[in-house]
């Protein structure tokens, strides 16, 4: 028993080994000076820039409707016909009736040229008198008449002409063809109808080219910088990005929203897989061009004191790993963009540092940690 008592004395007389914790691994990036444009998020839509219900221009009966709701077509397809043989008839009897008119019209300039010679045989011979003034005036008359109706004939047939190629024209619009690429949304008419012209047949909007109709704030609009030859956008998806040129603003504002449209045109690849009525968003330029250090928004650690980043003070020899310490510096944000956030450079954080940007929300300050430090990518969007 006395033993006992002894060892268990000498176990506690003995001192205690303190163990440091591992550090933690994470991942970070350096923080890096780069001139940037302030730039804020704005959203809003797609649209169809071709939104169309194509109406009847003649009037007649529905012989087919050749597409369903949903159909995509191209420019030129048909999509209704309609029954022609009526005005095919009245086109057959203007071709017989031109026909007639231009024979007419050679006959009258017969005639003018028979009579030409005539009064110029006359006024040959009239030289020996042996022609008589009242023949010569009454030659010259034929010859007037006759000019005159040649001219009449030959505006007969010029009449006749242009009423066949209207007639033709009424006969191609029986058929109701797509004048843009597009999607049929819906059919307003079905096989037997009758229609009248502008009576809607089917609704048509465009896919091949579309547009995105964004909402910004009217206290942007005066602080819009310059727009570029295009912007890019995320609709759809989140991760969908395409390029819409053309930015413009509409000087027109929505008096309940006090909204400005910002639109720019989607068009040709960059539209496919993209539908009228998606939502979409856009970072738009509203300042100049400014110095500021750049870091990802995953590097912003929100705390009851307010925003901040975390930073690995250690040896740092510029390599792509640092053992260190975790240490909390205020973040002094200047703005934003969908992945990046610009600091001030008067703020605490300095260029080159080690922002951790994975693993900093279960950190405290003081707490040792290994980084493995990846190069920062710039923010796509522009």
């Keep these: 028993m006395l033993r006992s008592h002894l060892l268990a004395a000498v176990a506690l007389s003995a001192p205690l080994t303190a163990q440091e914790p591992p550090p933690t691994p994470v991942r970070a990036v350096r923080?890096?000076?780069?001139?940037?444009?302030?730039r804020e998020r704005v959203t809003g839509s797609l649209r169809a820039a071709s939104n169309a219900?194509?109406?009847?221009?003649?009037?007649?009966?529905?012989?087919?409707?050749?597409?369903?709701?949903?159909?995509?077509?191209?420019?030129?397809?048909?999509?209704?016909?309609?029954?022609?043989?009526?005005?095919?008839?009245?086109?057959?009897?203007?071709?017989a009736a031109s026909s007639e008119a231009s024979a007419t019209a050679l006959r009258r300039e017969a005639e003018v040229d028979d009579a030409r010679l005539d009064l110029a045989a006359l006024e040959k011979a009239s030289s020996g008198e042996a022609i008589s003034e009242r023949e010569l005036r009454q030659a010259r008359t034929r010859l007037a008449v006759a000019e005159a109706d040649a001219r009449a004939a030959e505006e007969r047939s010029k009449a006749l002409q242009a009423e066949i190629e209207l007639l033709d024209i009424r006969v191609a619009d029986m058929t109701l063809r797509a004048p843009f690429d597009g999607v049929v949304v819906e059919r307003h008419v079905e096989q037997g109808e009758?229609?009248?012209?502008?009576?809607?047949?089917i609704s048509l909007v465009s896919t091949s080219r579309l547009e995105v109709w964004l909402d910004v704030p009217q206290?942007?609009?005066?602080?819009?910088?310059?727009l570029g030859s295009s912007v890019r956008i995320q609709a759809g998806a989140a991760d969908h990005e395409v390029v819409a040129t053309a930015p413009r603003v509409v000087p027109r504002i929505d008096p309940a929203t006090r909204m400005f449209p910002f639109v720019a045109a989607i068009e040709g690849d960059a539209a496919a897989g993209l539908s009228p009525g998606m939502s979409a968003s856009a970072y738009v330029s509203?300042?100049?061009?400014?110095?500021?250090?750049?870091?990802?928004?995953?590097?912003?650690?929100?705390?009851p004191g307010g925003v901040a980043v975390m930073v690995v003070m250690g040896e740092d020899e510029g390599g792509a790993s640092l053992t260190g310490i975790a240490t909390m510096l205020p973040a002094f944000?200047?703005?934003?963009?969908?992945r990046e956030v610009a600091l001030s450079l008067e703020g605490p954080v300095r260029p080159g540092a080690v922002?951790?940007?994975?693993?900093?929300?279960?950190?405290?300050?003081?707490?040792?940690?290994?980084?493995?430090?990846d190069?920062?990518?710039?923010?796509?969007?522009r």
């Design 194 to 201: 009758w229609v009248v012209p502008g009576d809607p047949m």
């Design 286 to 303: 509203v300042g100049e061009e400014i110095e500021s250090l750049m870091v990802p928004k995953d590097a912003l650690v929100y705390r």
């Design 375 to 381: 190069a920062l990518e710039e923010n796509p969007i």
């Design 355 to 373: 922002v951790i940007v994975e693993g900093n929300e279960r950190l405290f300050p003081g707490m040792p940690v290994a980084a493995s430090i």
């Design 219 to 226: 206290r942007l609009v005066g602080r819009l910088a310059n």
């Design 53 to 95: 219900a194509l109406a009847a221009r003649e009037d007649g009966a529905v012989v087919a409707v050749e597409v369903r709701e949903g159909a995509e077509v191209s420019e030129g397809d048909v999509l209704v016909r309609l029954d022609a043989r009526r005005l095919q008839a009245l086109r057959a009897q203007s071709v």
């Design 333 to 338: 944000i200047e703005f934003e963009t969908d």
């Design 31 to 38: 923080a890096e000076t780069r001139t940037v444009v302030d």
